[in-house]
Nanobody, 123 residues
Framework: QLQLVESGGGLVQPGGSLTLSCAAS????????IGWFRQAPGKEREGVLC????????TYADSVKGRFTGSRDNAKKTVYLQMSSLKPEDTAVYYC????????????????WGQGTQVTVSS
C-alpha cells in the first residue's frame, strides 16, 4: 500500500507560479510511477504529467507543455510539480496518483491516489 499526500495549492494570480508536492509513505516509492491529474469544476479529471521510476517525465496535457515541469526525489519519497505562467483555466483540484510500472495517462490504471489540493488562478 502507498499513501499519497499533496500540498502546496493555493490562490495565485495569472502569470504566477506555484509548486505542488506529493509526499508518499507506506511502500517502496522508487517502484512507482507518479502521475499528476487535475479536475476543474464541471469537467472530467485529466492527466497532466507523469514521472517515471527513473525520473523522466511525460506530459499528457498539451495545454501545460512548456509551462509545467517538475521532478522526483526518491530519497524524500516526494514528487514536485512546478507550474509557471499559470492561467485561469489551470484552476482545478490537483491530484497525484501512483502505479507500479510505466507511466500512463489513464486514470483507471492508478490504484493509489492522494486527496487533492486546490489551485485557483485568479486576479
Amino acid at each position: 500500500q502507498l499513501q499519497l499526500v499533496e500540498s502546496g495549492g493555493g490562490l495565485v494570480q495569472p502569470g504566477g507560479s506555484l509548486t505542488l508536492s506529493c509526499a508518499a509513505s507506506g511502500a517502496t516509492f522508487a517502484y512507482y510511477s507518479i502521475g499528476w491529474f487535475r479536475q476543474a469544476p464541471g469537467k472530467e479529471r485529466e492527466g497532466v504529467l507523469c514521472f517515471s521510476r527513473s525520473g523522466g517525465s511525460i506530459t499528457y496535457a498539451d495545454s501545460v507543455k512548456g509551462r509545467f515541469t517538475g521532478s522526483r526525489d526518491n530519497a524524500k519519497k516526494t514528487v514536485y510539480l512546478q507550474m509557471s505562467s499559470l492561467k485561469p483555466e489551470d484552476t482545478a483540484v490537483y491530484y497525484c496518483a501512483a502505479r507500479l510500472g510505466l507511466c500512463s495517462g489513464q486514470l483507471d490504471e492508478y490504484p493509489f491516489w492522494g486527496q487533492g489540493t486546490q489551485v485557483t488562478v485568479s486576479s
